[in-house]
Structure formats: C-alpha cells, structure tokens
C-alpha cells in the first residue's frame, strides 16, 4: 500500500510541485535545486525517489535465485544518487563540484535504468510464463530508453522535461512490475530450486 500510494501519489505530485513554474526545456532538476528557496526540496526529492527504488528493485530481485551483482549495481546507483544531491550545483562558484554532480546524476540514471533492462531480463529467463508475462515490460523500458533520447535530441540538453519523463515512467513501470509478478509469481508452481537450475544454464 505505502509503495503504491509513494509511486502513484507521492513521486508524481513532489516532483510536478518542485519544477513549478519553470521552464521544462531549457532547465533541469539540478539547476532548480540550486536555487536557495528549493535547495530542501530537491534533496527530499532525491531522498523519496533513492528509498522507492531501492526498496522496489531489492523486493524484486528477492525473486531471483541470485542476484549479487545486481545488488551492486542497485546500491552503486543510489550512492551516486545521494552523491549527486549532496554535491552542490552552483557552476559559475564551483565549477569542479557542479562537474562531479553532473557526473554523479548521469551514472546514477543509467545504472538504474542497466539495472532494470538485467533485472526484467533475468525475471522472464526464469519460466515461459515469466517470459510472457514480462514482454510488455521489455517493451515499456525500450519505450522509456527511446522517448528519452528524442527529449535528450530536442532539447540539446538533461532538461526538467527528460527527467521528469525519466522519473515518472520508471517509477510507474516498476511499480506495475513489482506488484504484477508479485501476484503472479510469489505462489507459483515454479520453486527455487527450478529458478536456479535455470539461471545456472543461462548464466
């Protein structure tokens, strides 16, 4: 309930409140949470959207035989995360900080979004009914990757619209994800023990 109600409600309406008033293509999160009246803001937001996904991604990988490395990768890209919200962002003041938070943010993305593509993958290897079960979700991370490059494309930079995009379809996907194959799976006729026959052959 708490994550449907974080993912649904939460998530969608703090981070639509905190770029109010901007312009979507021509700024991004980074530059609005370095003004000083959205400075707390942008922090709290940083913190909402590394507990939810790191909480979601551990739950659903707890359906996986094994799954250290990504584990790794899961806890790498929240570290960057709250790495990039604790360097500041003021590049005319601190051109080194503000280069390693753009660093920081970058790789935190595409790890999260490389942890989904392996976790999703991993998942439908498991079973023909994980597979099909988990083909629409193949198709929204390809859509997801694909939108935002075009937004990358048009506005010639990481604008507030990329990630506000980035943010909102990913949290729903896995939300969707994590309470789908949850239902479907957490009882199915498929017991560990065959989950990890599988993953050995296919790993």
């Not at 530059?31 to 009246?37: H, K």
């Not at 094994?66 to 990039?84: G, I, P, Q, S």
């Not at 051109?95 to 989904?116: D, K, M, N």
Request: charged share 10%.
């Amino acid at each position: 309930m708490l994550s449907t109600l974080t993912a649904y409600i939460v998530i969608p309406i703090y981070t639509l409140l905190f770029v109010s008033g901007t312009d979507w293509f021509s700024t991004n999160l980074s530059v609005i949470g370095s003004w000083p009246d959205r400075r707390f803001a942008f922090t709290g937001l940083g913190l909402v959207l590394g507990l939810y996904f790191y909480t979601i991604l551990k739950r659903l990988m707890s359906h996986l035989p094994r799954h250290r490395n990504e584990t790794l990768c899961v806890n790498l890209a929240l570290l960057l995360l709250l790495l990039a919200v604790a360097t500041p962002y003021l590049p005319r003041q601190m051109p080194l900080q503000s280069f390693l938070h753009i660093v920081f943010a970058l790789l935190s993305s595409i790890l999260l979004l490389l942890c989904l593509y392996r976790i999703v993958w991993l998942l439908s290897s498991t079973s023909g009914d994980a597979r099909r079960f988990l083909k629409p979700y193949k198709i929204m991370l390809l859509f997801i990757t694909l939108i935002s490059g075009l937004l990358l494309f048009l506005a010639g930079i990481i604008s507030s619209a990329l990630e506000i995009f980035f943010v909102l379809s990913a949290t729903v996907m896995v939300q969707r994800l994590y309470r789908g194959y949850s239902r479907a799976f957490s009882n199915s006729r498929y017991t560990k023990t065959h989950h990890w026959r599988v993953f050995r052959i296919l790993t």
